[in-house]
């Protein structure tokens, strides 16, 4: 038996304008795991077992581009290993999807992890981002990486497009509660909105997007000086942005709202917006207060997360 | 009989580390002036009135290093009229002095203004902001000629030390509640405490500026591009620093929050701290409101004030 998991993430800065080049800032939540299990077992072929999506099929049966078949059958090639037959893949997971928390790349981070431990072969931390990179592009067309590289590093990662992972060194540990406004969200859709809206309004639009970096920019110095203390506001002027650009939403606003009532330093709407989560970074002492005061306010979930 | 007027002025963003070559962005208090009439008398000499602090005498008998008295020199040795004689100059000003308003340089340009009016003589905007920066001189010591520069212009000014002044251009007005603590503030001793503090924790306060800085910029580019409501939460954060920086204080802070509870956008304290005043960038229909809450939070003065 193999076994591998792997945390959530959430976006702490910079959503969307990542997209158009301007550094993000996400945290790995590892209060929340995708775990995988691989056994052997007698029967012949792959047989992929994920009950939180009512899968339990043989993997020559599930289409090229299911995502985890896809995981699976590029992690095998990736290890020569394309004659692997008789095991049986459990994925679990305690990672609420579509919300923005990359329960996704955790499951597949966590599959490529399983099957390289099983083959007994090793995988670079690159590498596992780069296979569960090639999945993320089947649930988001364009995906960021964000995702897969802050789940196979389980880091903070300061993030710009195209260019070296950059570990963010936290040298003050601080604390963020999670609320999840119940709402799916599709952050294809939204990126895709947010790119409209870019093109009949450029420069408002790049203005947007500048000052989300400043902002981003601005909170890593902070974090990776040790002043986390400081840098709520600058989630509260994040939000505002967002809010502006017209991708949050009366339920993720009002989630933000009592985050704030209730103590937080600060909070924003967090992914794609629409729907999914919202953060709130609070002084340790008030993350029970807050979490619940977001359940009061209509969070279907929420969770406390320490920041290391 | 000539006169001339010129607003206060107050700070947005930057203050303290504009002294560290960071932008700082102030604007005109328009709602505020200090007025200055000359008139011709019969006696010899030149007399100045000043009913505010209470002076009423001749130049000759003021020493050099008196602000009025120096302004008046000064000024009278650029247009080359020495033998200037019988005059009375009426210094008049409802810009509360000492708290971070700007009330110093006012009177300076008001006098310079007047003085070359009352000449029939010409002063370029950049020659009356220079003799304006004599005269803080004798008040500040190294003052960061923010003061002089916005009273002479009378307009938004996005200003880094050393470098051409830079107006900045509001494209969306916004306008500003400000709260008086009641607390005479020295910006010089504040300054040398930082600086003491600085040399004892450079790298701590080399980031404090840095982000300070950052948030200035940010926030001189939502203003250009006609986005002021989004800059309230840089307000906060600017705040949040100047905190952390060590500069606020309880009163400021109260008002601050006074200021936030009652629906601002976002609020700060403004100039050297320890006393002197906040301010709060406001929905207009919010601005009464706000001032309310800020004279019943103990704000001894508060200013309505639109920003163009």
Redesign the interface.
Do not use: K, V, Y
């Given at each position: 038996m193999s076994k591998a998991s792997a945390p959530g993430k959430v976006i702490l800065f910079g959503e969307h304008a990542v997209v158009y080049g301007q550094p993000a800032l996400a945290v790995p939540v590892t209060q929340v795991q995708a775990e995988v299990r691989i056994d052997k077992i007698f029967s012949p072929g792959i047989r992929i077992n994920a009950p939180n999506i009512q899968l339990n099929d043989k993997l020559d049966s599930l289409a090229a581009s299911h995502p985890l078949a896809a995981t699976v059958r590029n992690t095998l090639a990736t290890l020569e290993a394309g004659s692997l037959s008789g095991v049986a893949i459990l994925v679990r997971s305690t990672i609420p999807v579509a919300s923005g928390l990359g329960s996704g790349a955790a499951v597949s981070v966590a599959i490529i992890r399983a099957l390289a431990k099983h083959l007994r072969k090793d995988l670079t931390d690159e590498q596992v981002s780069q296979l569960a990179f090639e999945t993320e592009k089947l649930y988001h067309g364009t995906p960021s990486g964000i995702d897969n590289t802050v789940v196979t590093y389980a880091r903070p990662v300061y993030f710009v497009k195209g260019q070296p992972i950059e570990i963010l060194r936290v040298k003050k540990p601080f604390t963020i509660v999670i609320g999840d406004t119940g709402i799916p969200a599709s952050t294809k859709e939204s990126v895709r909105d947010v790119r409209i809206q870019r093109h009949k309004n450029p420069?408002?639009y790049e203005?947007?997007f500048?000052?989300i970096g400043?902002?981003t920019?601005?909170a890593g110095?902070?974090i990776e000086?040790g002043?986390p203390?400081?840098?709520?506001?600058?989630m509260?002027?994040n939000?505002?942005?967002l809010r502006?650009m017209g991708v949050s939403s009366p339920e993720l606003d009002n989630l933000v709202e009592a985050a704030r009532k209730a103590g937080a330093l600060?909070a924003k709407m967090s992914g794609g917006g629409r729907g999914g989560n919202m953060i709130a970074l609070v002084q340790p002492g008030k993350a029970g207060a807050v979490a619940r005061s977001l359940k009061e306010a209509g969070a279907v979930n929420t969770i406390i997360n320490k920041v290391v």
């Open positions: 420069e408002r203005t947007l500048a000052a400043s902002i920019r601005t110095q902070l000086n002043m203390e400081s840098f709520g506001p600058l509260d002027e939000h505002a942005l502006n600060g």
